[in-house]
């Protein structure tokens, strides 16, 4: 029950963050922090497919809701919640299942940002994707490019301090 209160909290300060701060962060339109990912990335590495595309699903209409954005980020955050898993056994092997989190203990630095990467980059490739609509395509993949090392630093400094709160 504490680890469900610890992520509820989690939940709430992920999604104030982005719509209060790093939604009206834009520099240059280019690099745009979707931070809010961050709560996908760090969920338990036992939690259930069916309550990970739940909360992938709830995380993205609240920010759509809270963004405006009509559904762009429900299809990100739910595709990017599908794919967790494949992300975590292509960086991190099988032998995870024994950690709490994907990030310390026996799961290396290295195997953390190649998963959060992949994670990352998937779910600003979706969502900077169908917010273009395939016009301007060097400039969407720019956004891709920038938003997602933004939003990788953002979510490595998130899961070292989450670890040390949570682990």
Known sequence: MQR???YILFFVLVVLLQALFFDNLMLSGLVVPLYYIVFVVLLPVK???F?????????GA???VAMGTAGLNTIATTAVAYLRPVAMNLSMGKDVAHE?????GAITRASFVLYATMLIVAHELIFFGLESLGAHVFYTLAKVV???AVTLVLTLLS?????QMVG
């Open 4 to 6: 469900t209160i610890e």
């Open 47 to 49: 939690i259930g497919r």
């Open 51 to 59: 309550w990970l595309l739940v909360l992938g699903a709830l995380l």
């Open 62 to 64: 609240t920010m759509d």
């Open 100 to 104: 709490i989190i994907p990030y310390g």
């Open 146 to 148: 920038l938003s997602s």
């Open 159 to 163: 899961a070292r301090l989450f670890r």
